[in-house]
C-alpha cells in the first residue's frame, strides 16, 4: 500500500460517486462542502460552529462564510447556545429542513442507482469492504495518544441509517455479554425490541439516534411510544467502551428528553438493572426519579430490575 494507491482510489470514488460532477445538480445550488453542513445540521439536533468545525475540520473563516450565505438565504437561525452561553446555537428554519430533505434526497437516490449496477450477490462484499476501510482509517483517531484530547463536539447525534439497526442489536448482545455475562436470551430482547420499531413506528411520536464518531457508530438510543396513554419510553441506550467519557451517554439522554417533551408526552420511562451504575447515573442527571424495583433471574444472572420516570411537565433539565 502506498501513498499513490490511496490517491488513485480516492480518484476513483469522487468520480464513481460524481462528487465533483457539478452539471448533476446534486448539490445546487450548494456546493458539496455546503450540503455537508446542511447535513450535519439536520441530523444533530443541537449543534454550534465549534460542533461543525470539529465533525468536518473546516476553517473557522470559511464555515462561517457558509452560516452567514445560510443566513441569508433563510436557512438558519443563531441563538446562545444552551449547553455555553458563549456559544452560538445553530438550528434549520422550515426552509432549511426542507432544503436538506431535497438534497438528501437527491443523494439517496444517486446512490441508490450506483447500487443497483451491483450485482445482489455482490453487495454483502461491497459492504465487508467499506466497512474494513472505514474501521482500519478511523481506529487511530478512536485511540489518541495519552496526551491527545477528544471533545464532545466531535461526536454526531444522526438518524439510523440501513445497517444501524443490525448494529444496534449486535453491539447490545456483544457488549453485555462481555461486561456483565448476559446470554442470547438479551439479543432475543433488543432483536424483538428493534424489529418493532422498524416495522411500525411513527416518526413524529417515536425515534432511534446513533452516536457517530470518527466515522463509526458508537452509541445508541430508541424512544419509544408506551402502553400507557401519553408516555414515551427510552430505551436501548448503549455507548461503546473506546467512547466513553465524552458525555455521549448524557446527550444521547438529553435527544430522548427533548424529543419526548416536544412530541407532548407527559412522562418518560424506562427500565433498566442496577448493575448498569453509569446508565443509572446518567437518568439521574437528567432527572428521573426511581418509582420501582424487584429482583428477577434474567439473561442468565440474577438481576434486580428498575423503573425510572421523568415527569416532562417539570422545568426542563
Known sequence: MT????????????NVIGALDYGRHLYAPYTLTESRVLYELAHSPHTDAADLRGELSLDSGYLSRILSKFEQDGLIERAPSERDPRRRRITLTERGRETA?????RSRESVGALLATVPAGDRPRLAEAMHTVRTLLSSHRLRPAPDARRHREDVVLREPVPGDLGWIVQRNAALYAAEYGWNTDYEGLVARIVADFAEDHDPHLE???IAELAGRPVGCVMCARDDAPGTARLRLLLVEPDARGLGIGDRLVEAVVGFARDGGYRDLVLWTNDVLTSAR???QRHGF?????????????????QDWRLDLHGSPG
Open 289 to 305: 426519579s426511581l418509582v420501582a424495583e424487584k429482583p428477577h433471574r434474567s439473561f442468565g444472572a440474577d438481576l434486580v430490575g
Open 207 to 209: 425515534r432511534a439516534w
Open 281 to 283: 447515573h446518567i437518568y
Open 101 to 105: 430533505a431535497v438534497l438528501d434526497e
Open 3 to 14: 501513498v499513490q494507491d490511496i490517491r488513485s482510489f480516492n480518484r476513483f470514488y469522487t
